[in-house]
């Protein structure tokens, strides 16, 4: 069964990552940096962050100053990040069609951040030329998103597999170019992309991180388990085992899942490779 990721995808999804937020903030803390660093948030900036999630650099923003609004397709995710970072304005909507210029009316954008918000447009030559028209000249974008499935362990492996392989239909990635974590795999997809769209001085770097999911001294185990649980491969398990397992048959397909998790402790935390990408353009036109 091949993953969808349209609105009422993220809609069910969302829940998940509302709850445990502060777990993917620390999982994901290099990414957060490097998409600030990048950026240059700083007071007088107006910044537009695109799939914004529960608030994370739209938090990182407003703490340098800058004004930001925020844009998510899904409920869930604009009520936490209004919650997290009130003094922000958070729409509602999907970014590749929206008017946002008319949903949030100010200045034009001098920053467009996002970490891993837009690999899912349908057409994404179209939204982020539809993002770049409510941008200033010489503005920035700098997002971070995926490279391929099988430079990330994170997808399917470290207890993942464990959990898709009791599914009756397991979840098959989309291919890069198509909407989904690793539609811009592929670098020379991207940046074509990114050239129709009307965005210029391109760069595209691989970023390599190492996605530690121990926090404060644990050993990341649990940490791991939750996060596959608050994601596809959980919420599919939920809906499609719900019915066939019983008790001690979940928890007991959990433990298969903890020990695949452990062989990737290292140094007394789980640690997984991560191969991104941190891309960023400016628009010149």
């Not at 946002?100 to 100010?106: E, L, N, S, Y």
């Not at 990330?152 to 597999?161: H, V």
Request: net charge negative; aromatic share 8%; with cysteine.
């Amino acid at each position: 069964m091949a993953e969808t990721y349209d609105s009422s995808g993220w809609r069910a999804g969302a829940a998940g990552w509302v709850a445990n937020e502060s777990l993917f903030d620390a999982v994901y803390a290099p990414v957060t940096e490097a998409i600030v660093d990048a950026a240059g948030f700083g007071p007088q900036l107006r910044a537009l962050d695109v799939g914004c999630g529960s608030g994370t650099l739209l938090q990182a923003g407003a703490a340098a100053g800058t004004a930001m609004v925020g844009v998510d397709i899904a409920p869930d995710m604009v009520a936490a990040a209004r919650r997290r970072v009130p003094a922000s304005t958070v729409l509602l909507g999907d970014a590749q069609v929206m008017d946002i210029g008319a949903a949030a009316p100010g200045t034009p954008f001098e920053r467009v951040v996002s970490r891993f918000g837009v690999m899912f447009f349908d057409d994404p030559a179209v939204a982020f030329a539809n993002i770049r028209s409510f941008t200033a000249i010489d503005s920035r974008l700098a997002f971070a998103c995926w490279r391929g499935v099988d430079e990330n362990p994170t997808f399917g492996g470290a207890g993942t597999e464990v959990i898709t392989a009791r599914l009756p239909e397991p979840p098959v990635p989309p291919a890069p170019g198509r909407p989904g974590p690793v539609a811009f795999a592929h670098r020379d997809y991207l940046t074509g992309v990114l050239r129709s769209a009307g965005w210029s001085d391109a760069k595209i770097d691989p970023f390599d991180i190492v996605i530690d999911h121990g926090v404060d001294g644990s050993d990341g185990i649990e940490e791991r388990l939750t996060l596959i649980l608050a994601t596809t491969a959980g919420r599919l398990a939920r809906e499609q085992l719900v019915d066939e397992l019983s008790e001690s048959e979940w928890a007991d397909l959990l433990e298969q899942a903890r020990a695949s998790i452990r062989r990737h402790l290292v140094d007394g935390s789980v640690k997984l490779p991560g191969a991104l990408w941190l891309v960023t353009a400016s628009n010149r036109q």
